[in-house]
C-alpha cells in the first residue's frame, strides 16, 4: 500500500507561481512514476506533468514552458514548480504513483489563480 501527502497548494494571482509537492510513504522502490494530474470545475480529470524513477518526463502541452517536476528519490518526494499561473490552471490537483501497473492518487489539492 501506498499514502500520497500533497501540500502547497492555494491561491495565487494571475502571473503568480507555486510549488506542490507529494511525499509517497510505504513499501515500494524507485522504479515507479510520480507525477500529477488535475480536475478542473465540469472538466475529466487530465495529465499534468510525471517523472519516471530515472528521470524522464511527460508535460501537458498546455503546460511546457510554465510548468517543472522533478522528484527526490531519497525521500520519495515529487514536486511541481508551477510559474506563469493563469486561470485555466485553476483546478484540484492530483498526485499519481504508479507501481508497475498500479495507480494511487492523493486526495487532491485546490490551486486557485484569481486576481
Known amino acids: 500500500q501506498v499514502q500520497l501527502a500533497e501540500s502547497g497548494g492555494g491561491l495565487v494571482q494571475p502571473g503568480g507561481s507555486l510549488t506542490l509537492s507529494c511525499a509517497a510513504s510505504?513499501?515500494?522502490?524507485?522504479?515507479?512514476?510520480m507525477g500529477w494530474y488535475r480536475q478542473a470545475p465540469g472538466k475529466q480529470r487530465e495529465l499534468v506533468a510525471v517523472?519516471?524513477?530515472?528521470?524522464?518526463?511527460t508535460y501537458a502541452e498546455s503546460v511546457k514552458g510554465r510548468f517543472i517536476i522533478s522528484r527526490d528519490n531519497d525521500k520519495n518526494t515529487v514536486y511541481l514548480q508551477m510559474a506563469s499561473l493563469n486561470a485555466e490552471d485553476t483546478a484540484v490537483y492530483y498526485c499519481?504513483?504508479?507501481?508497475?501497473?498500479?495507480?494511487?492518487w492523493g486526495q487532491g489539492i485546490q490551486v486557485t489563480v484569481s486576481s
Open positions: 499519481y504513483f504508479r507501481l508497475i501497473a498500479t495507480p494511487y
Open positions: 510505504g513499501k515500494f522502490f524507485n522504479s515507479n512514476v
Open positions: 517523472v519516471t524513477g530515472g528521470g524522464r518526463t
